[in-house]
């Protein structure tokens, strides 16, 4: 179980998506129309809020919770960047790229989501105990999971 969110895969391949979608804002014509630009740069940093806010949580089902709303805010990016080209906005290469990280991306977080949502752990915690190694004979200090049906 990872103990920082940036031990997770997903977390960089998150990380890297926001930053080529921040790119394409910084790097556009997307500041022409100032609400469009707002409603993407929003959904975006939306995905990765919501990842980390979710890792936070005490339950895996809450945790995929807050992954559906990462894949909301993924979902709602790739839909304004669409209409953003067809504004002629950003160009063909911009949002195929987006749409290619997209759609990989939405992938991850929805077999994640499944992941989560069927381990069913009610304790995302770490606890400490004290337990006798058998096989050396001494006192050792390891990292429990606690789980739960």
């Keep these: 179980m990872a103990r920082k969110i940036e031990e997770l895969p997903i977390y960089a391949r998150?990380?890297?998506?926001?930053?080529?979608?921040?790119?394409?804002?910084?790097?556009?014509?997307?500041?022409?129309?100032?609400?469009?630009?707002?409603?993407?740069?929003?959904?975006?940093d939306?995905?990765?809020?919501?990842?980390?806010?979710?890792?936070?949580?005490?339950?895996?089902?809450?945790?995929?919770?807050?992954?559906c709303y990462s894949k909301g805010s993924l979902a709602e990016v790739l839909k304004r960047l669409r209409k953003a080209y067809f504004k002629r906005?950003?160009?063909?290469?911009?949002?195929?790229?987006?749409?290619k990280d997209g759609d990989e991306l939405g992938k991850m977080l929805g077999g994640f989501i499944k992941y989560l949502r069927e381990s069913r752990w009610k304790d995302r915690g770490f606890r400490r105990r004290k337990e006798k190694d058998s096989d050396r004979g001494d006192e050792s200090d390891?990292?429990?999971?606690?789980?739960?049906?």
Excluded: C, K, M, Y
Excluded at 17 to 44: K, M, P, Y
């Design 14 to 44: 998150v990380d890297s998506f926001w930053r080529a979608v921040n790119a394409t804002l910084d790097h556009s014509n997307l500041r022409r129309d100032s609400d469009l630009h707002d409603q993407i740069s929003r959904a975006n």
């Design 46 to 67: 939306s995905i990765p809020s919501n990842l980390v806010e979710g890792f936070e949580q005490a339950t895996d089902d809450a945790f995929a919770n807050f992954l």
């Design 89 to 99: 906005l950003i160009t063909q290469d911009q949002l195929s790229g987006h749409l």
């Design 142 to 149: 390891r990292t429990i999971h606690r789980f739960e049906d």
